[in-house]
């Protein structure tokens, strides 16, 4: 099977890239004799082979001159600030693009594996989220989101949809990299207290959509939720990650979502209910301060 991984550069994108180069190690094992070789990087970023999923030519001469027979989307406007000031770039990337990978996978009769995210929901729940809730998104990250998925839905292509939450990694931005170095420089911070989740280990995630890739015969037409298990507040993660970094000297306080004018709402309680991918692949999901000081060892 030709594998197509879009927006490769990213954080989940690089997560994959790492753990594909394992496969076979760790009893990942891939259809064909060289596994890796099965595997195509591509983003817009340098280093990687160049494919803008916005341009819907390149991508169906892409996927045919290749025999591409999935396409793992990791691609996407992720700056939900940002998404605010440029509401036709996320749509065109994050609804239109995807519009385009899942038409592409149409025609050839492949599966397309769609990140997205716990921003669809809204955050006004108080348990953890099925993946049949109702969607509520809200603001243009959110509702552009939404729109991906309701175009893959829509597409006639097999497909499945991995909504997970508070993505970090070894690699690029993210909380985990902001809260260590702050935490090392500044004798105190404030951090928000108010806003309820789930940190999600990118490598983990990686690993999943492998093994849904070993099982693209099998599924379809699915959702799914993944994210490590367990709960924190924001403020919560950022004690865990100085603790374990050994940063005592910050004097890490709570504070409201108020005391950060934001342009965005952001969800107050975004956890996913994981029974159905836990069933569906008969995996163990690690808590999320175990793969916290994975990702953290691998920082080292
Ligand atoms: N990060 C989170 O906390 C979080 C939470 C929930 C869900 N998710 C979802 O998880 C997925 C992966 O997130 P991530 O954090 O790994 O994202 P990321 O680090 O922002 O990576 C996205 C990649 O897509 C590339 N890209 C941008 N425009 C492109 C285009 N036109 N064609 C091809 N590639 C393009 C980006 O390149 P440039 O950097 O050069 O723009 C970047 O390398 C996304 O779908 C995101 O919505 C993320």
Redesign the pocket.
Same mark, same amino acid.
């Given at each position: 099977m030709n594998v197509l991984i #879009?927006? &490769? @550069? @990213?954080?989940? @994108?690089r997560c994959l890239r790492e753990m594909a180069d394992q496969v076979g190690h760790d009893g990942l094992v891939m259809p064909g004799p060289d596994r890796a070789s099965h595997f195509v990087f #591509? /983003?817009? +970023?340098e280093g990687y082979e160049f494919? /803008? !999923?916005?341009d819907a030519s390149a991508v169906n001469a892409f996927v045919k001159s290749r025999g591409i027979q999935a396409i793992v =989307?990791? *691609? *996407?406007? #992720?700056n939900v600030e940002k998404a605010e000031e440029e509401p036709e770039l996320a749509e065109k990337?994050?609804a239109g &693009?995807v519009a385009v990978l899942a038409s592409a996978m149409k025609e050839v009769g492949g599966l397309l594996i769609h !990140?997205? +995210? /716990?921003?669809v929901f809204g955050g006004k729940a108080t348990e953890p989220y099925p993946e049949d809730a109702p969607a509520h998104p809200s603001g243009v990250y959110a509702r552009t989101?939404r729109q991906g998925e309701e175009a893959v839905m829509a597409s006639g292509a097999r497909y499945v949809i991995l909504?997970? &939450?508070?993505?970090?990694s070894e690699?690029?931005k =993210?909380f985990v990299k902001t809260m260590l170095r702050l935490t090392a420089e500044k004798p105190s911070l404030k951090v928000v207290n108010d806003q309820k989740g789930t940190p +999600?280990y &990118?490598g983990d995630l990686a690993e999943v959509i492998l093994r849904l890739l070993e099982m693209a015969g099998q599924v379809g037409h699915d959702i799914y939720h993944y994210t490590n298990a367990g709960e924190c507040t924001w403020y919560e993660f950022a004690k865990t990650i100085a603790a374990y970094a050994g940063h005592t000297a910050c004097d890490i306080q709570p504070c409201t979502s108020d005391e950060f004018p934001s342009k965005v709402h952001r969800p107050a309680y975004s956890v996913l209910d994981k029974s159905k991918i836990k069933e569906a692949l008969g995996i163990r999901i690690p808590h999320w301060t175990e793969s916290l000081q994975t990702c953290l060892e691998r920082l080292q």
């Open positions: #879009t927006g &490769a @550069g @990213g954080q989940l @994108g #591509t /983003d817009v +970023t494919l /803008d !999923i916005t =989307n990791c *691609a *996407a406007y #992720t990337l994050n &693009a !990140i997205s +995210t /716990d921003y989101k909504r997970t &939450a508070w993505l970090y690699y690029g =993210n +999600t &990118a």
